[in-house]
């Protein structure tokens, strides 16, 4: 009986840990969510979609299939030494799967699914802490545009102590971004646009983005984008 009473008084105390952690952000962060579907995200039922980055010296393609509800991936494309691979793992067994999953694969996806859907991992990630700084110069086009900050502390985000910086249009939707990578991993700043928007279902995804990696000219896109809705079978594709 002792040990229920701790559960349910640990499961408030988280609870209400996330409404403070809610309560604190600025409402911008909700809004831009909102703005890219986070309302509906419950209706999702998988996300299919494939990363393409170009890079000086790098030149490659992740298809992925996501289940959100479960967290089962499926990924298919290759590995560090050019083999083709398919593979599909749940991430809450993350630790029971190959050292190529474990290494390679998961990153891979943490990295090109917070490309994919950043505004939603900025309020489900309580690390984060947003501020909203108002009318600031975009990066690349230079016009005024209103900056989120997104900054990670700890744990959290794809590497402890990352920035995501965001230049929102007065539609909310990302015009550009900045990224800093927390840790000492290549590339470590990336300055892009978020272009090429096009709906899946209910969800709003930028499918390209052209800047510099540490000033180098970068590339990347999501091409076969489609999403099936809970109780469907049939696929729709991002238009």
Do not use: C
């Not at 991430?91 to 999953?101: C, P, T």
């Amino acid at each position: 009986m002792r040990s229920l009473i701790y559960a349910l008084t640990f499961g408030l105390l988280l609870g209400l840990f996330a409404i403070a952690v809610a309560q604190q952000r600025p409402p911008i962060a909700q809004e831009v969510a909102k703005t890219y579907g986070l309302d509906s995200f419950g209706q999702i039922e998988a996300i299919r979609y494939t990363f393409n980055i170009q890079l000086t010296g790098l030149n490659l393609s992740r298809s992925w299939e996501w289940h959100p509800k479960t967290d089962e991936v499926t990924y298919e494309g290759k590995d560090k030494d050019g083999k083709p691979v398919k593979v599909t793992y749940q991430r809450s067994q993350l630790g029971s799967q190959s050292d190529m999953v474990k290494n390679e694969v998961d990153p891979g996806f943490v990295n090109d699914n917070y490309w994919l859907i950043f505004p939603f991992h900025a309020v489900w990630d309580n690390s984060a802490t947003i501020t909203d700084d108002g009318m600031q110069k975009l990066p690349i086009a230079k016009t005024p545009a209103q900056r989120m900050v997104v900054k990670y502390s700890g744990g959290g985000g794809y590497t402890p102590g990352d920035t995501w910086t965001l230049y929102l249009g007065t539609d909310k939707r990302v015009k550009e971004f900045e990224y800093k990578r927390g840790g000492d991993k290549k590339p470590s700043e990336v300055a892009a646009t978020w272009a090429g928007y096009k709906k899946a279902g209910p969800l709003l995804i930028s499918t390209e983005h052209r800047g510099t990696a540490d000033g180098k000219p970068v590339h990347i896109s999501f091409s076969n984008v489609s999403v099936q809705l809970a109780g469907q079978k049939n696929w729709i594709p991002a238009r």
